[in-house]
C-alpha cells in the first residue's frame, strides 16, 4: 500500500550539483521521520539525512554536511534531497526511507527502489 519512488539520480563531474525527489503513496499519515540512505559498492547502507514530520527539524550525516539539503513538500507528499559540491565519495545508490525512529536503516519501516548517483573525477 505505502510506495516511495525515488528519481532524479544521475552521472556529474565532481563539483556538479543533483536534486533528488522521492514520491511517497499511501503514506500521508506520517508518524515518524522520513530521510536518505545511500549505499555504495561492497559497502553497508549508510544514513544520510533524515527530516521530521513537520519538516522543522533536520539532521545530516557529518560526510554531507553543508553540501547537502533535505526538503519536502507535504503538499505533494514528496521529499527531496538537494547535492551540491558532490565528491567521488558521494558515488553510491540513493534510498529514501519513511517512518523511521532513528538515523539507522533498521529503524525504517518503508523503502523506495533507489536511485544512482554516479560522480566522476
Known sequence: QVQLVESGG???????????SCAASGY???????????QAPGKGREWVSAI??????????DSVKGRFTI?????????????????????????????????????CRYWGQGTQVTVSS
Open 52 to 61: 521530521s514530520t513537520g519538516g522543522s527539524t533536520a539532521a545530516y550525516a
Open 71 to 107: 526538503s519536502q513538500n507535504n503538499a505533494k507528499n514528496t521529499l527531496y534531497l538537494q547535492m551540491n559540491s558532490l565528491k567521488p565519495e558521494d558515488t553510491a545508490m540513493y534510498y529514501c526511507a519513511a517512518d523511521c525512529q532513528a538515523y539507522s536503516a533498521s529503524w
Open 10 to 20: 544521475g552521472s556529474v563531474q565532481v563539483g556538479g550539483s543533483l536534486t533528488l
Open 28 to 38: 500521508t499519515y506520517r508518524r515518524y521521520y522520513m530521510g536518505w540512505f545511500r
